[in-house]
Nanobody, 124 residues
């Protein structure tokens, strides 16, 4: 069965950087869109970034464009989210997600598989 395991979260000062990793098993990247979502306390889960291997495309939420980069390593079946110039409002639990086929979608319920989440806290 498909499993997604995130790592790399932590506490960082504003302006700092973190790299999140999502290791996938029983999943062929070329058949999936891999996404990152986040959820802050009291807020809905929101789209952060996604990558479609089959279409060679990426997309980002406006709030993270120019600061976050999604990438992946097919050989390691791992997708990354490099986060730079972090802001306190980036504080949230970050989730890795996967959906079948090539079109990037932005709603959390379009994604079938989810990791357990990793906490990112940005202090001011």
């Amino acid at each position: 069965q498909v499993q997604l395991v995130e790592s790399g979260g932590g506490l960082v000062q504003a302006g700092g950087s973190l790299r999140l990793s999502c290791a996938a098993s029983a999943l062929t990247f070329s058949s999936y869109v891999m996404g990152w979502f986040r959820q802050a306390p009291g807020k809905e889960r929101e789209f952060v970034a996604a990558i479609s291997w089959s279409r060679g495309t990426t997309d980002y939420a406006d709030s993270v464009k120019g600061r976050f980069t999604i990438s992946g390593d097919n050989a390691k079946n791992t997708v990354y989210l490099q986060m730079s110039r972090l802001k306190p409002e980036d504080t949230a639990v970050y989730y890795c997600a996967a959906k079948l086929f090539g079109t990037i979608r932005y709603r959390w319920d379009d994604y079938r598989y989810w990791g357990q989440g990793t906490q990112v806290t940005v202090s001011s």
